[in-house]
């Protein structure tokens, strides 16, 4: 591969069953195609896996891929893509870490790892310098997250990132998270991407390394990055002041907040006393950022006294401030940051632990599920100590987590019908916690995100936010349905290249879309336009679909949960309200130009040069309905 800025030049491969390593070298030509991070995942996931791999199988690929922008004086380039092919869904799987781990791996010489295979037993790999060694960790097997970050910093070096499973990971819960930076709690955690570590036999990654990241024009881009950071700072404030927690109540009042497994519109009572107000008032202690960033949103939390005494850490984000607080109707701050710490510990991945403790706090309602399957614990709304049991139950595939451990719907596909009626999920993914019903592209955009129920395409924020440069110049009526699907189709794609290019989301609103290309064209010395940009996140959207399309996906998996659709919040701020999905859907459909059957056009593929993968992926599909 030639020199390029941004790039060190390599990802390093590892096979796990035999040990071998080597390394994968892409053509420039392909970097600006793919770029890195989710994109280039697109391209390995679809060449090296298909419908009949594994999810949990050693055939199946797990890739740690960085940036071109990653490990540079890009505001908030400190970030890494994980992909894989999803035990949650049997999708495109692929999960975004912040912290510092990514950034590490860069300076230690590799733009990515791909795992392959499985080990015999437990392992974990040490990386400097571009190669890995890999050491035995069967006395590491068992711990929690921060205690085996503490294990291998000790055996390392105090210099090592670590990037590590939790128990949840190594008993395969489909919905296990994958942990950085010890207490930090940074974590990969969609997708189930943890327990595709854990079938691995892989413990953890740690990286260590102080090499530069080659940058074309340094000057350029640190003058750019000079320019550019106190304005978005400034636009992203809240964030700095009270963290992603800090939207907790204008969510609430919004309407955009779920309560009680999505049943209740208005619990403002209760979230003012989980806020991130609240959490800046009392038990904050701290704060960090990922690397190159100026926003510093994480929180540090300490509980001195008190039945939680001794949580202490990363402090609970938005997610887990509903997830355990809201969705369970737990309104005691520290309780909710007991919780978190114990998703964090184990492994687990808070949105969809969030999704699997309500519904089951429902189940037990309803008398669906009793004491008899949970080990002798009776779950109730507002409990802390349910929440708290299901969460251990999950990680430890003890009770009712053997159920929950796979997700909503494989627990509620055990439970029978009555129990289907309430599990939130789409494509197998639990939805994160932003309501369509109080922001109807939020509809289309969860039931055609490429990995499920996903908010990082971005559609709750840009509703409210124009942009001229992509297009629409005004802020939109959150409840409407026309336009929306094309909406959400060009925000998958813009949002998708943050995840390539390897920069946080949060800036989206404050940064403009050219500012972005020019710190691509500053780091890599490409004259590329906004243009080349969107056409290429536009491509790996559409090679994501192809790839879900191979793995047996149809248009009739573009939907919602009845409960989104068709039951109203009786109170606050999205009160009466459905989204429109077929609206906004075969508005979407248009937009993407993909047929009925949810398959890019023949001119589509043409357009974006897919035209080989479109034919493998009919051929595919064709093979399995015959």
């Known amino acids: 591969m030639n020199e390029v800025g941004g790039y060190m030049g390599s990802l390093l491969r590892v096979d796990l069953g035999s040990g071998k390593r080597s390394h994968v070298r892409f053509e420039e030509a392909e970097l600006r195609r793919y ?170 990654i740690a990286v260590l390394g102080d090499q530069k990241v080659p940058v074309a024009d340094p000057e350029g881009l640190a003058s750019s990055v000079k320019r550019l950071a106190p304005a978005i700072l400034k636009k992203v404030l ?183 009626e309430f599990a939130l999920e789409v494509k197998g993914m639990e939805p994160a916690f932003h309501d369509p019903r109080a922001t109807s592209s939020l509809a289309v955009g969860y039931a055609t995100h490429p990995r499920g129920a996903c908010h990082r395409g971005g559609t709750q924020l840009m509703e409210r936010t124009p942009v001229p440069e992509l297009g629409f110049s005004s802020a939109l009526d959150r409840f409407a349905s026309e336009g929306k699907g094309a909406l959400a189709a060009l925000l998958h794609d813009y949002y998708g290249l943050f995840n390539s290019l390897k920069l946080c989301q949060f800036i989206i609103p404050a940064t403009a879309p050219t500012d972005v290309v020019g710190w691509i064209r500053s780091a890599t010395g490409w004259d590329m336009d906004l243009d080349e940009l969107l056409q290429a996140g536009e491509m790996h959207t559409n090679l994501k679909r192809l790839y879900n399309l191979r793995c047996g996906l149809s248009a009739a998996d573009d939907r919602l949960p009845p409960r989104l659709l068709k039951e109203a919040l009786e109170s606050g701020g999205a009160a009466g309200r459905l989204p429109q999905l077929d609206i906004m859907l075969t508005d979407y459909y248009r937009a993407r130009d993909w047929a009925a059957t949810g398959m890019p056009s023949q001119d589509k593929l043409n357009q974006l040069g897919l035209v080989d993968e479109g034919a493998r992926t009919e051929k595919e599909v064709a093979m399995q309905r015959s």
């Open 35 to 204: 770029i890195g991070g989710s994109g280039l995942g697109a391209r390995i996931l679809f060449d090296e896996t298909t419908s009949k791999t594994d999810p949990l199988g050693p055939e199946n690929v797990l890739a740690f891929l960085t940036g071109p922008l990653t490990g540079t004086r890009a505001i908030t380039s400190g970030r890494h893509a994980v992909v894989s092919r999803s035990p949650l869904t049997g999708l495109w799987g692929e999960s975004d870490s912040g912290g510092t781990w990514g950034a590490t791996l860069k300076r230690a010489g590799l733009d990515g790892v791909i795992l392959n295979g499985a080990s015999d037993n437990p392992v974990y790999l040490v990386i400097r310098n571009g190669e890995a060694e890999i050491r035995d960790a069967r006395h590491l097997w068992g711990l929690t997250t921060s205690q085996a970050d503490a294990a291998i910093k000790d055996e390392v070096g105090v210099g090592a990132v670590v990037a590590t499973i939790g128990p949840a990971g190594e008993k395969l819960s489909r919905i296990a998270a994958i942990m950085h930076d010890g207490k930090h709690a940074r974590a990969a955690g969609r997708g189930g991407l943890g327990a595709v570590m854990g079938s691995k036999n892989v413990k953890a």
């Open 238 to 420: 809240s964030y700095r002041d009270f963290g992603t927690a800090g939207a907790v109540l204008p969510s609430a009042m919004s309407g955009d907040l779920p309560a009680k497994n999505w049943t209740v519109g208005s619990w403002l009572e209760g979230a003012e006393k989980i806020s991130g107000q609240r959490m800046t008032d009392t038990i904050l202690t701290g704060r960090y950022g990922c690397d190159a960033c100026v926003i510093r949103c994480g929180r540090v939390v300490k509980v001195d006294s008190g039945p939680y005494a001794g949580v202490e850490g990363a402090g609970p984000e938005y997610e887990a401030m509903a997830g355990f607080g809201s969705m369970c109707m737990v309104d005691d701050l520290e309780a909710v940051a007991m919780a978190n710490q114990m998703a964090n510990e184990f492994g687990i991945d808070v949105i969809s632990a969030g999704n699997c403790v309500a519904f089951a706090l429902e189940a037990f309602e309803r008398g669906i599920i009793t004491s008899e399957d949970t080990g002798g614990v009776e779950l109730s709304w507002g409990d802390p100590q349910s929440v708290f049991a299901v969460i251990r139950q999950i990680a430890m595939r003890e009770g009712i987590g053997e159920l929950l451990a796979d997700g909503v719907k494989a627990a509620a596909k055990q439970l029978g019908p009555q129990a289907e």
